[in-house]
């Protein structure tokens, strides 16, 4: 069966879920027992977030995101998953884990997505975890080694409960999401293979929340780079604006963003001016965090450049959007040339029907919980993820890590008080979900 076909029938499976009658109102025998034990797993599950977070794992470090890799092996074996580890040495990345529960073959198959890298390397000051109160503090506590000790409390409340061994799971853990290896035909193929045998997915990033009020997310916006170069005549400045001299590099990078801004944009996308330079000289620096340019006032600028970002709500309109911005670059002033060149990133995961109705099946676990309704989140308030490389696919769920603050500062903050709701949602929805 080919991708699209795949698609649309996973898309009419879930909207027959949907549209059919919901679950008995409270909780079964077996899912109290679920819920229990998904409450004792508290203190233990604690107990490996403060080990992982005090494991540095930058994603250029390499060791740090083996060493958190190997914890997990370890917990996954444990809960009678067949473990791999997919080495990623030939693109300078740690690699991935890959664990694999055979249930029933009756139920939902699940993809369970996270990662174990954290944008903080050893370099960085902020390295330890330490807890105030009802917060915990620490490097990459929230954005996602919470989520990954939430998904590890869930399954083990699952197996206690029972639930666990019909339950059909892949969890591909990446330990490069922060810094994605090339290819990402490489660094993915993994993530897309599961998806593949995938009925839906689940991804244990952080929990947004909107005025204390726990968010619900379907859909994450792609996050993709683009590169603008310019050149031009050059000569003095008194000449400029002539037909024989032109308008310079710097009039023609000016020109090109600018009517990005004015005739490129369209709604639930955005594109950012990063950094742009011009000059007799201009070049990027080689880390890209930069750029340099040379020059004097009285010569007309040869040479420019700029980078920035795009971002959209579905991989159509990144086409759309890249395909206006070329054209843009098509027309240049006179004495001018100008080329772009996009670098491909994360894809987005557009909103679906069959994610909705995955929304409310959740939105029936938090009422038999107890627990208020989620609405759906903004998804211009949310990152990109690796959810998106698998958004086309299946459906899916974003966001049963922890809340939390600050992700990708120092200081970066994990509510410890929803470390229990969520591992208790997240044991409970895919218990229902394993059921035939």
Request: a neutral charge; aromatic letters at 4%.
């Amino acid at each position: 069966m080919n991708r699209l076909k795949t698609s649309a029938a996973v898309l009419a499976a879930f909207s027959v879920l949907a549209a059919g009658p919901a679950s008995a109102a409270g909780l079964s025998t077996q899912e109290k027992k679920l819920v229990a034990a998904a409450g004792a797993e508290e203190a233990r599950s604690l107990a490996l977030l403060e080990t992982l977070v005090n494991i540095n794992s930058g994603t250029l470090n390499v060791a740090g995101v083996q060493d958190v890799g190997k914890r997990l092996q370890t917990e996954f074996r444990g809960l009678g998953f067949d473990v791999r580890w997919v080495p990623m040495n030939e693109i300078g990345r740690a690699g991935h884990l890959v664990a694999v529960h055979k249930g029933s073959g009756k139920g939902k198959r699940m993809l369970l997505i996270g990662h174990m890298d954290t944008v903080f390397e050893p370099s960085s000051p902020f390295q330890k975890y330490v807890v105030r109160g009802d917060i915990a503090e620490g490097p990459g506590v929230n954005d996602m080694k919470g989520g990954l000790v939430i998904m590890i409390g869930a399954l083990r409340a699952m197996k206690a409960a029972g639930t666990l061994k019909d339950a059909d799971i892949t969890v591909v853990l990446t330990g490069d999401e922060e810094r994605a290896g090339r290819p990402l035909t490489t660094s993915r193929a993994d993530l897309i293979n599961a998806a593949k045998a995938s009925d839906l997915a689940l991804e244990f990033e952080g929990l947004a929340q909107e005025n204390g009020k726990d968010m619900a997310s379907i859909a994450r916006r792609s996050s993709t780079d683009w590169t603008l170069k310019v050149t031009a005549k050059s000569g003095h400045s008194s000449g400029i604006f002539s037909d024989a001299a032109g308008y310079g590099a710097a009039y023609e990078l000016a020109r090109i963003v600018d009517a990005f801004r004015r005739e490129a944009r369209e709604v639930n996308a955005t594109f950012n001016v990063g950094y742009m330079a011009a000059g007799t000289t201009a070049a990027a620096n080689e880390t890209d965090t930069g750029a340099a340019a040379t020059g004097k006032t009285n010569i007309i600028p040869a040479q420019a450049v700029a980078r920035g970002d795009l971002r959209t709500l579905s991989n159509a309109q990144t086409e759309s959007i890249r395909a206006k911005m070329a054209a843009i670059v098509s027309q240049p002033l006179g004495g001018a040339k100008a080329e772009i060149s996009f670098q491909d990133g994360y894809p987005a995961m557009a909103p679906s029907a069959g994610s909705r109705a995955l929304l409310a099946k959740l939105n029936e676990v938090n009422r038999d919980l107890g627990l208020a309704t989620m609405p759906e989140l903004d998804p211009l308030k949310r990152g990109a993820g690796d959810i998106g490389f698998v958004g086309d696919l299946l459906p899916g769920l974003i966001g049963f890590g922890a809340a939390g603050e600050g992700a990708h500062a120092p200081g970066e903050t994990m509510e410890l008080k929803s470390l229990d709701r969520q591992t208790k949602r997240a044991a409970l929805f895919m218990s229902r979900m394993a059921r035939p």
